[in-house]
């Protein structure tokens, strides 16, 4: 048996004495390079995997994990040549081992060079999240030296002294460190390394059940947004990235998926647990969740007439901060009558008021009319620029098939710009479902609820 092993790697390395040619075939003499170089690649592959079979049968677990088994493999030191044919381009590239072994010998080297040098970052590093980043880039390296090590091996290159680590043991301090999430920094790191499609809407993580976004959530979004590639304009999203939370007595468990745009298919999820540590300085719930409570627990929908109310950023998981400008639309499926009604939740104060339509007198100025040519189509009510007081705005669209007579009183405030109903929006609540329900039979009603979050700019 040892006589064949013998054998078969003489004849390995006695083949690969000579040149690796590669051949490609083109119109221009560029896409014959190209394509002379892609099958250089080819064959090169081909080589790694007859070396990498003739060391298995040693059953060396060390001989395999150098190996690199890729089309993607490097060349250096290739020499390419085309050559005019009859009707096309002929290209030629080869690669000498003679010529190109110190080229190798000197890249891994390099990147020996490179591992050291983190390592000796590493070692002076306290903070988990900077751990975290450089073991990431440890791997990277040692996979990039595998790639070239696994061309130097079938050359019968000269190899320098490997680095001091290795992947298995790299593995192992990266998994320690996901069990000691103890930033938000590192934690929106890992949620980078899952998603790193382009054209993503990122929506501020929820937690689970609320339609509010918590201090906490704000702050992870704009974290978040800075690691990925990712698009403001919620139009042009090829994916959305939706998060949600739990709390538990230690920890936050926090959970986003990847969605398709269009279809809403789930692409991707990764979940990540939060120490405490990481958000001990910031409001992990959202404020005022009793009244977003009531607010959407009583919502009316006629099985018939519905209505619909979103922004340019969508109905869910919603944030805006100071000076965004903010589109609102709505949607009836018939003909209709509707009127909106605003919650405004701050640390200083809270009120209601209704949210005027258009530029008519009285009452007609917080109505609209919806006809039967614009149903099912959604209607931009104009744009809003968020400004303070800051907190939780909740919108309460009505809906009705029968022209609306009767409106909540108002009173509006010189000072803020709004009409105001009430300083206590319970009581306007009550007052606008108490108005349905003492509609007739034949008198349609629906209504849907749009909240959101603001905060200042930071």
Not at 24 to 42: C, I, P, R, V
Not at 283 to 307: E, H, M, T, W, Y
Not at 410 to 427: L, Q, W
């Amino acid at each position: 048996m040892k006589k064949k092993i013998v054998i078969a790697l003489l004849l390995c390395f006695e083949l690969l004495s000579a040149d690796i040619t590669g051949i490609g075939f083109a119109s221009t003499k560029q896409e014959a390079k190209k394509e002379a170089l892609a099958d250089l690649a080819g064959n090169i592959k081909s080589e790694v995997r007859s070396h990498y079979e003739s060391h298995s049968t040693q059953e060396s677990s060390s001989s395999k994990a150098t190996i690199y088994i890729s089309a993607n493999l490097p060349i250096l030191g290739a020499k390419v040549s085309v050559r005019d044919k009859e009707s096309y381009l002929k290209g030629v590239a080869r690669l000498s081992p003679k010529n190109v072994n110190k080229l190798y010998t000197r890249k891994l080297k390099d990147i020996t060079q490179e591992i050291e040098s983190v390592l000796k970052e590493l070692k002076k590093s306290k903070n988990s999240s900077t751990k975290l980043t450089l073991y990431q880039d440890i791997y990277a390296l040692l996979s990039e030296y595998s790639r070239y090590k696994s061309v130097a091996l079938i050359l019968n290159a000269t190899l320098p002294k490997a680095p001091t680590i290795n992947k298995s043991q790299v593995k192992i301090a990266i998994a320690k460190l996901y069990s000691k999430i103890d930033t938000l920094s590192m934690a929106s790191k890992l949620f980078e390394k899952s998603f790193q499609e382009k054209g993503i809407f990122v929506y501020a993580p929820k937690l689970q059940n609320y339609t509010t976004v918590s201090e906490f959530g704000a702050v992870f979004q704009k974290l978040l947004k800075s690691h990925l590639h990712t698009t403001n304009s919620l139009k042009n999203a090829k994916y959305l990235l939706v998060g949600n939370y739990l709390i538990t007595k230690k920890n936050i468990v926090l959970n986003y998926d990847l969605l398709e745009s269009r279809t809403n298919r789930v692409v991707s999820s990764k979940t990540v647990t939060i120490n405490k540590k990481a958000y001990k300085n910031l409001q992990i719930r959202p404020k005022n969740i009793d009244f977003d409570a009531l607010l959407n627990s009583g919502i009316i929908n006629s099985s018939d007439l519905k209505v619909s109310l979103q922004s340019n950023k969508g109905s869910d998981s919603l944030l805006f901060r100071e000076g965004e400008e903010v589109e609102l639309f709505i949607k009836l499926n018939k003909m209709g009558y509707v009127y909106i009604v605003g919650y405004t939740q701050s640390d200083r104060e809270s009120f209601s008021y209704l949210l005027e339509l258009n530029e008519g007198h009285g009452d007609a100025k917080f109505k609209m009319f919806v006809n039967a040519d614009d149903a099912n189509r959604w209607l931009s009510l104009g744009s809003f620029i968020v400004s303070k007081p800051f907190g939780v705005e909740s919108l309460q669209i009505i809906a009705s098939n029968k022209k609306i007579k009767r409106l909540p009183n108002t009173k509006y405030d010189e000072e803020s710009g709004y009409y105001i109903v009430s300083k206590k929006i319970k009581k306007t609540l009550l007052k606008t479902r108490g108005l349905k329900r003492k509609r007739s039979k034949k008198v349609e009603m629906s209504e849907d609820v749009l909240t959101f979050t603001t905060m200042p700019r930071f």
